[in-house]
């Protein structure tokens, strides 16, 4: 069984930075390409970033090109995203997964495991 487990989120002012980790568990980690989600309240889950499984290529959201940035730790079964320049737009409940099919990455269609969440706030 895989589970994802998401930290490092919080509280932060506009312009301020936050660095999300997923530590996942099971031993196939580095064979599996890797996405953040986010869901704000009233919204549907959107696309964020992804990053293949060998870490050389990475695919972000046009909305958090430039100030976020996906990578992965394979000996330590983390991914990670840093966030740099905050805006309070910014504010979701930010999701780990684990893409288990080919196709699009920015789809959720395609991932079948998930982290529980962790909340990132955004004050202005």
């Known amino acids: 069984q895989v589970q994802l487990v998401e930290s490092g989120g919080g509280l932060v002012q506009a312009g301020g930075s936050l660095r999300l980790s997923c530590a996942a568990s099971?031993?196939?980690?580095?064979?599996?390409?890797m996405a953040w989600f986010r869901q704000a309240p009233g919204k549907e889950r959107e696309f964020v970033a992804a990053?293949?499984?060998?870490?050389?290529?990475?695919y972000y959201a046009d909305s958090v090109k430039g100030r976020f940035t996906i990578s992965r730790d394979n000996a330590k079964n983390t991914v990670y995203l840093q966030m740099n320049s905050l805006k309070p737009e910014d504010t979701a409940v930010y999701y780990c997964s684990r893409k288990d099919s080919s196709g699009s990455y920015t789809s959720p269609n395609g991932y079948n495991y998930w982290g529980q969440g962790t909340q990132v706030t955004v004050s202005s």
């Open positions: 990053i293949r499984w060998s870490g050389g290529s990475t």
């Open positions: 099971g031993r196939t980690f580095s064979s599996y390409s």
